[in-house]
């Protein structure tokens, strides 16, 4: 372990004593390390400086602290840790594990130039068209509205990126799906502790003891090229035959006339890259945020009484929903805020690395230590969201019926690194939500199950069986037929 006792150099943060080797690895809460360090914020305040092994962590648990340091000092705190069996599951060129530097600039552009607020409005027509083939499905299997939700997620992804239109058919995002589903199944916050401190474990076959892991790693790289290459490949042939849609990579090839792979082999890598982690960032949470609505509209009938009230006085019986009905329905804004603050799906986000060394309020912060924000303990800040275990929109609401300040950015993260899909997601949630909420009342089922939580980096319940009754006597598949028919969307 890194000393840093013993010099002129300020003290570390606060935090429990760490064992010899392990570090605070034995005292976290291997299913919810956020719970433990809400615990221990207890004792050690905003921030905390823990050991996992050999990697330097420090906590970050308010947003005051967080805004300070990956907002304000954002050219200090940037950068990604060393995720270090990303490459044994060949998932090492995602944006999202990027180090601070020219490759990730070079993404972040491409990502401004489909999601920044002004372009995404460009986008609303085909997240509404999604919402609408999604109430189809959901009237025709109901029972399967979690799958709904999924090809929801990803047909707007599939779409924005690549032009592409998912129809039920989609390969390349399913592929990158299923060796993301080993990465976070296989990769686990142990395998990846273990090689960053002993290096040489990568090297190991993969039946030496503990290391059956790495028998996945390979069909997991596997899947990786074949979502990542194949999605490229395909835009480009339509680039070639004068058929793409306007997206994100059609746009790259035409801009920087990308016809010949070998012509800028480092910028069609990044195309291909940031684009393919597009796919793996935005369906499991969007899909994580739906999911959790459902469980909050099922436990909270008085909500959906008072979203569907305001939704009927706006919109009326005639059509669904649209943009352009959004300001005025200030309180499915603040249901859908709510939902992101309640159980946050993301509860210490993704981990941040000093590049520099800093100090902060007399404390010294070493460079290349990993940053995690307790994102779990800013939704659960009672002074800010008094009460904040219930489930309560009108928290978002002033006392004149309109929207608060509060836009909940922690939640998408901080700085250099916030969630460049922060907007489009907004746009794709609200629209799955009203549209559920105009056409269905989400219901417990006779003999409610328990509901069952996923653990890790994104936590949200599994599906569970509920009832997506259809509102009123009319409601059927008729009537959603003239309903889809008068709210036709033009993309
Ligand atoms: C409710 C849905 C979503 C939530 C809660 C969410 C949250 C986050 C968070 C917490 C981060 C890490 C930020 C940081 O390091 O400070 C992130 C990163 C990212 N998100 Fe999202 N996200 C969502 C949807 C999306 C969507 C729809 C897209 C794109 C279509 C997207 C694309 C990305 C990408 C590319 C990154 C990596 C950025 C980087 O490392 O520079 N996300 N997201």
């Known amino acids: 372990l890194r000393r840093h006792s013993g010099s002129t150099r ?30 221990w914020a207890k004792t050690y305040g905003d921030i905390m400086y823990t050991h996992i092994l050999n990697r330097e962590i420090i906590v970050l648990n308010s947003e005051e602290v967080a805004v300070e340091l990956l907002d304000k000092r954002s050219t200090k705190y940037s950068d990604r840790p060393l995720f270090a069996t990303a490459d044994l599951f060949g998932m090492e060129w995602s944006a999202a594990l990027a180090n601070y530097g020219p490759r990730f600039r070079q993404h972040r552009r491409f990502y401004h130039q489909i999601f920044r607020p002004s372009a995404v409005p460009s986008h609303h027509p085909r997240q509404l068209q999604a919402a609408h083939e999604m109430l189809t499905h959901i009237l025709d299997h109901p029972t399967h509205y979690a799958e709904h939700f999924e090809t929801f997620a990803a047909s707007v992804v599939m779409s924005v990126t690549y032009g592409y239109d998912v129809n039920g058919e989609e390969v390349f995002g399913k592929s990158l799906k299923r060796a993301m589903d080993i990465f976070a199944r296989v990769a686990t916050p142990e395998s990846v502790a273990l ?94 945020v739906l999911l959790l609505f459902v469980y909050h509209m099922m436990m909270h009938p008085e909500v959906q009484v008072r979203a569907q009230a305001e939704i009927d006085r706006v919109v009326g019986p005639q059509r669904l929903p649209n943009f352009g009905d959004r ?69 978002f609401l002033k006392s004149d019926g309109t929207l608060s300040d509060d836009n ?50 994104t936590i949200y319940p599994l599906p569970f069986p509920c009832k997506f009754a259809p509102r009123g006597e009319d409601k059927d598949s008729q009537h959603l037929a003239s309903l889809l028919c008068a709210s036709r969307v033009n993309s």
């Open 10 to 39: 300020p003290p570390l943060p606060p935090g429990p004593k760490p064992f010899p080797l392990l570090g605070n690895v034995l005292g976290l809460n291997r299913d919810a390390p956020y719970l433990t360090y809400t615990e």
């Open 195 to 288: 090689c960053s401190t002993f290096p040489f474990l990568k090297k190991l076959p993969a039946w030496f003891p503990f290391m059956g892991f790495k028998s996945q790693a390979a069909e997991c790289a596997k899947l990786a090229n074949d979502g990542r290459y194949g999605s490229y490949a395909w835009v480009k042939q339509q680039v070639d035959k004068g058929t793409a849609a306007p997206s994100m990579v059609s746009n790259a090839i035409t801009q920087y006339r990308l016809n010949d792979d070998s012509k800028d082999p480092e910028l069609v890598e990044a195309v291909r890259d940031s684009a393919a982690t597009l796919y793996l960032a935005s369906v499991e949470t969007t899909y994580a």
């Open 327 to 395: 300001p005025a329905l200030p309180y499915i804004d603040a249901l859908l805020r709510e939902t992101l603050r309640c159980r946050p799906v993301p509860p210490v986000g993704l981990p941040h690395a000093t590049s520099e060394d800093d100090t902060y309020k007399g404390y010294y912060i070493p460079k290349g230590a990993t940053i995690m924000v307790n994102v779990w303990a800013i939704s659960q800040n009672e002074t800010k969201y008094p009460n904040a275990s219930a489930f309560l929109p009108e928290r």
């Open 408 to 457: 909940l950015s922690w939640i998408f993260g901080f700085g250099r690194r916030i969630c460049p899909g922060r907007h489009l997601a907004d746009g794709s949630l609200w629209c799955a939500m009203v549209s559920i909420l105009t056409m269905f009342t989400i219901e417990k089922t006779e003999a409610p199950e328990e509901i069952k939580w996923t653990t890790g980096g």
